[in-house]
C-alpha cells in the first residue's frame, strides 16, 4: 500500500503502538491510509474507520484490512483490540480538493462537510444568527474579532462559495497582499470545527477507543489544534488518578475511580527535519497511554464535568 500523503510523526506512533505481528489494530482516521499501510507492514490486522466515503473509496484492499465508513467514535465496535491511533482534524486529501470546500485559497462550494452528509457550511452561515456564528468563531477559532467577521458574513449572505467566506472575512478585519497568514484561516477552522462536530467526536472517540483496547492495548493521539490537545491531556490525566486529590471545596473525584490508562512518555513533537520534509507536522502533538485491566469508565462522564 501507498500513502500520497506524509503521515505526521509516523515513526514516533509506531513506537507508541509498539506493534507485534498479529496484533488487531485500529486506525480512526484512515485518510490516504498512511498510518494503517505502515501498521500492515508491521504485521498488525488492521480495522480502518473514515467518515469520509472518498477516503473509504480510495482505499487500496488489503487481506488484513477492513475497511469501515464511521466515524471514529464507532471505533469500539472492533474491538476488543491492541492499538488504537487517532490523527485529528482535516485531512489533507480534503484541503488539496477545492469542491469539498475546506479551503479558503481555492473557489468551491461552501461545503466543509467530512462524511458529505448533513447540513453545509453555507446552511448553517446562511440561517444561523450573528451571535451564534461570533462565538463559534471565538471558541474555536480564537479569533479575536469575531464579532466584527460574524456581522460582516450575515451582511454578505447568502454565502454560496469559499471565496464568498474569505472576502467577508478579509473585508472584516482588512487583508493586506503578501501577509504571511490570511485572516480568513481561523474563520474556516471554526466553522469547519463546528460543522463536523470535531470536538465532541474527539470526547466520544476516546471514550470508544477505552471501551476497544484489551488491558496493556495501546492509544496513540495526534492533535494539531490547542484545543483538541487539550482535551487528550486531560483525558489521559483524568483516566490515569492524575487529577489533584481534592481539597474542602473541590472533591477527591479521581480517588474513587480505578485508572484506566496509564501515561506513556511525554508528549511528542516533530522534529525540524520532519518539519522541513513535511510542514504540516509543525503543529502536531502526539501522547500516547497504556491501557490498565480496570473497567472503562461511564460514557458519560466527560471531559469537561
Do not use: C
Amino acid at each position: 500500500m501507498t500513502a500520497p500523503h506524509i503521515p505526521v510523526l509516523l515513526d514516533e506512533v509506531l513506537t507508541a503502538l509498539a506493534i507485534q505481528p498479529g496484533e488487531r489494530h485500529v486506525d480512526g482516521t484512515y485518510g490516504a491510509g498512511g498510518y494503517t499501510a505502515a501498521m500492515l507492514d508491521q504485521g498488525a490486522d488492521v480495522t480502518a474507520f473514515d467518515r469520509d466515503p472518498d477516503a473509504i473509496a480510495a482505499a487500496t484492499p488489503h487481506d488484513r484490512l477492513t475497511l469501515v465508513q464511521d466515524r471514529f467514535s464507532q471505533l469500539d465496535q472492533a474491538g476488543p483490540v491492541d492499538g488504537v491511533v487517532l490523527d485529528i482534524g482535516v485531512s489533507s486529501m480534503q484541503i488539496d480538493q477545492p469542491t469539498r470546500g475546506f479551503s479558503f485559497q481555492s473557489e468551491g462550494p461552501l461545503d466543509m462537510r467530512m462524511e458529505q452528509a448533513g447540513p453545509s457550511a453555507a446552511d448553517f452561515l446562511n440561517t444561523a444568527d450573528e451571535a451564534e456564528i461570533a462565538d463559534i468563531i471565538y471558541t474555536l477559532g480564537d479569533e479575536k474579532k469575531s464579532r466584527r467577521i460574524a456581522h460582516a458574513i450575515v451582511d454578505a449572505r447568502p454565502l454560496k462559495t469559499t471565496m464568498d467566506l474569505s472576502r467577508a472575512v478579509r473585508r472584516a478585519v482588512g487583508h493586506k497582499p503578501g501577509e504571511k497568514k490570511d485572516p480568513a484561516t481561523r474563520t474556516f477552522q471554526a466553522i469547519r470545527m463546528h460543522i463536523n462536530r470535531e470536538l465532541g467526536e474527539l470526547e466520544d472517540g476516546l471514550a470508544a477507543a477505552e471501551r476497544a483496547l484489551k488491558p496493556g492495548g495501546r492509544l496513540a493521539v495526534v492533535t494539531f489544534h490547542s484545543l483538541e490537545d487539550r482535551m487528550v491531556k486531560l483525558f489521559l490525566r483524568r483516566r490515569s488518578g492524575g487529577e489533584p486529590s481534592g481539597s474542602r471545596h473541590l472533591p477527591a473525584v479521581a480517588a474513587v475511580r480505578a485508572p484506566s490508562f496509564e501515561a506513556v512518555g511525554k508528549p511528542v513533537r516533530a522534529t525540524d527535519a520532519e518539519i522541513d520534509r513535511n510542514p504540516r507536522a509543525r503543529s502536531a502533538t502526539l501522547r500516547s497511554a497504556r491501557r490498565t485491566a480496570a473497567p472503562a469508565w461511564s460514557s458519560h462522564e466527560s471531559l469537561t464535568s
